[in-house]
């Protein structure tokens, strides 16, 4: 079993940067690939970003291509969303989630985190 918890979030002008982190207990991170998702009120869960085991064969949607980053500390148990030139449009929960291989898949992963809030403000 694995428990991932998110952290990071919070409210932010448009413009702004932010980082986001997911720290793994229960097992080592480097065993699994890592997705970010976001889920905007009344939306669908959106795949944002994700990233293999070995930190390589990283993905991400088009709508943050350029803004966002994905990376990760194996080391740290931790995998990271670095978010610039937020958008108001970006406002959502955003969850970490583990599989076995990256994809943009949501029902591939089969851990999930509680999720952080994201407000960006115009």
């Known amino acids: 079993q694995v428990q991932l918890r998110e952290s990071g979030g919070g409210l932010v002008q448009a413009g702004a940067s932010l980082r986001l982190s997911c720290v793994a207990s229960?097992?080592?991170?480097?065993?699994?690939?890592m997705g970010w998702f976001r889920q905007a009120p009344g939306k669908e869960r959106e795949f944002v970003a994700a990233?293999?085991?070995?930190?390589?064969?990283?993905y991400a949607t088009d709508s943050v291509k350029g803004r966002f980053t994905v990376s990760r500390d194996n080391a740290q148990n931790t995998v990271y969303l670095q978010m610039n030139s937020l958008k108001p449009e970006d406002t959502a929960v955003y969850y970490c989630?583990?599989?076995?291989?990256?994809?943009?898949?949501?029902?591939?992963?089969?851990?999930w985190g509680q999720g952080t809030q994201v407000t960006v403000s115009s």
């Open positions: 989630s583990a599989a076995n291989r990256a994809t943009v898949s949501s029902g591939s992963y089969f851990y």
């Open positions: 229960g097992r080592a991170l480097s065993a699994y690939a």
């Open positions: 990233i293999s085991q070995s930190g390589g064969g990283i």
